[in-house]
């Protein structure tokens, strides 16, 4: 069964710090990957997601994602975090070979402190 | 309205009680989806509908029960729950299931709390 970890609970930076975000995922074909975020009393909102081609891929508000294949690793990255970033980041995998479902890791917490 | 509403956004319930939760959504999709969201734990998968037949069941125990009467709406009926059944429960929807990559698109959630 795919499994999606997220090694990082809590994160924790001053305001134009960089950011990078683990996601690993156990799955040997071929996936969709996904990251969502969830802002403070908001919906799950598609931050950005990978199906195939460029592995780096390009998000909403300067946020991207490289996936490294060798890896099994999704990880999100900004270069320059802002308070308004503050939010919980989901990862999620899509086996393409099957009708299963997304499977999400548990989450970061991301505070950013003015 | 657009996207993917619920009601109620917060449910206080006995654990006696009945009561349903309810989603639609406005984007012409097929597919339709329940999560549970608890504190600390990743999303829990509970339900998919797809053209408004169940496709997938997730060993979720029968005091839940899901209902699809059409490809926009979707329910889900609570009975008889237990304390560690509070959490936050999301409905989603995607065009189809099956193929992969369908990127899904989430309600604000229900709050439940059983007391």
């Known amino acids: 069964a795919q499994s999606v970890s997220q090694h990082n609970h809590h994160v924790i930076l001053s305001e134009a710090a960089s950011l990078e975000l683990g996601c690993n995922y156990s799955?040997?074909?071929?996936?969709?990957l996904f990251w969502y975020v969830q802002y403070p009393g908001q919906h799950l909102q598609l931050l950005l997601k990978?199906?195939?081609?460029?592995?780096l891929v390009k998000g909403i508000k300067g946020f991207e994602a490289e996936f490294i294949k060798s890896k099994f690793s999704f990880n999100l990255r900004k270069p320059s975090v802002q308070w308004s970033d503050t939010a919980e980041y989901f990862c999620?995998?899509?086996?393409?070979?099957?009708?299963?479902?997304?499977?999400f890791g548990s989450g970061t917490q991301l505070t950013v402190l003015p | 309205e657009t996207g993917v509403t619920q009601t109620p956004r917060h449910l206080v319930m006995g654990m006696t009680n009945k009561k349903s939760l309810k989603c639609e959504q406005h984007?012409?999709?097929?597919?339709m989806y329940w999560y549970k969201q608890s504190a600390k734990k990743p999303l829990e998968l509970m339900f998919v509908y797809n053209f408004k037949e169940q496709t997938e069941n997730n060993s979720v125990p029968s005091r839940f029960s899901p209902e699809c009467p059409n490809s926009s709406h979707l329910f889900l009926h609570l009975h008889t729950l237990q304390p560690e059944d509070s959490a936050l429960y999301l409905c989603a929807s995607s065009q189809t299931v099956g193929s992969g990559g369908n990127e899904q698109f989430f309600g604000p959630g229900t709050r439940l709390t059983v007391l």
């Open positions: 984007l012409g999709h097929n597919a």
């Open positions: 999620a995998v899509n086996a393409r070979s099957s009708a299963r479902q997304l499977t």
């Open positions: 990978y199906f195939s081609g460029d592995p």
């Open positions: 799955y040997g074909g071929t996936v969709n």
